[in-house]
């Protein structure tokens, strides 16, 4: 059975600061990982979509990788912002030949950026 | 439509009673997904459709929650004789297809059972 961990559960930086959030996974044999972002009483908004295949991708001020081998992908957020304060969640597919569709998610990383 | 809409936002309802939560994916996904979100937790998986057939229900916890999605868009989540426990925010997601689709969610429907 898949299990997903995010460590820290909490951060707190001060605005301006480059942060690195975890995500570990105990199956390697995912088919893609996904991060999001969560706002409080909000559903959930993708930020990045990194298939088995690849390293890694980019968004504006986001990079996620993905280390299959050694089951970790990290979320790298460039010069933050209090605009970025939220729970960020990371949650890896379960491969085709299984249960095909599912996506276990971590219990996500809440991230305050200070002004 | 442009996202994914659930509805209700909020159902508050009595133990022992039945409810339905509604979902409608992005126009075209033919994959959807149900996941259920208690605090401080990320969501659970209950259901995945891919169109009109339940391609993997191993997450509904048991014979009281039901999902349908008869004509390959809309889907209902149904859940009979509610218990407290069931209280959650119940999440609907879907994709432009399954297995190596990016995820797309609602905002979520959030059950209260008194």
């Known amino acids: 059975k898949q299990e997903v961990t995010q460590i820290p559960a909490a951060l707190s930086v001060p605005e301006g600061e480059n942060l690195v959030l975890n995500c570990s996974f105990t199956?390697?044999?995912?088919?893609?990982l996904q991060w999001f972002r969560q706002d409080p009483g909000k559903g959930l908004t993708s930020l990045l979509l990194?298939?088995?295949?690849?390293r890694e991708q980019t968004s504006g001020r986001l990079n996620a990788s993905l280390d299959k081998s050694s089951g970790r992908s990290t979320l790298y957020i460039a010069a933050s912002q209090p605009g970025d304060s939220a729970t960020y969640l990371c949650?890896?597919?379960?491969?085709?030949?299984?249960?095909?569709?599912?996506?276990?998610f971590g219990d996500g990383t809440t991230l305050t950026v200070k002004p | 439509g442009a996202g994914v809409s659930q509805t209700p936002s909020n159902k508050v309802t009595e133990k022992g009673k039945y409810v339905e939560l509604r979902c409608d994916p992005i126009?075209?996904?033919?994959?959807l997904y149900w996941y259920r979100q208690s605090l401080g937790q990320g969501p659970e998986f209950l259901i995945y459709?891919?169109?009109?057939?339940?391609?993997?229900d191993s997450g509904l916890p048991n014979d009281r929650f039901f999902a349908v999605r008869p004509e390959g868009s809309v889907s209902t989540l149904k859940i009979q004789r509610t218990e407290r426990g069931d209280s959650a925010v119940y999440l609907c997601?879907?994709?432009?297809?399954?297995?190596?689709?990016?995820?797309?969610f609602g905002e979520g429907s959030r059950l209260t059972v008194l």
């Open positions: 997601a879907s994709s432009r297809t399954g297995y190596t689709g990016e995820l797309f």
């Open positions: 199956d390697s044999a995912i088919y893609n």
């Open positions: 990194i298939q088995s295949s690849q």
């Open positions: 949650a890896g597919a379960e491969p085709l030949n299984t249960n095909a569709g599912k996506s276990t």
């Open positions: 126009s075209g996904h033919t994959a």
């Open positions: 459709f891919q169109g009109t057939g339940a391609a993997d």
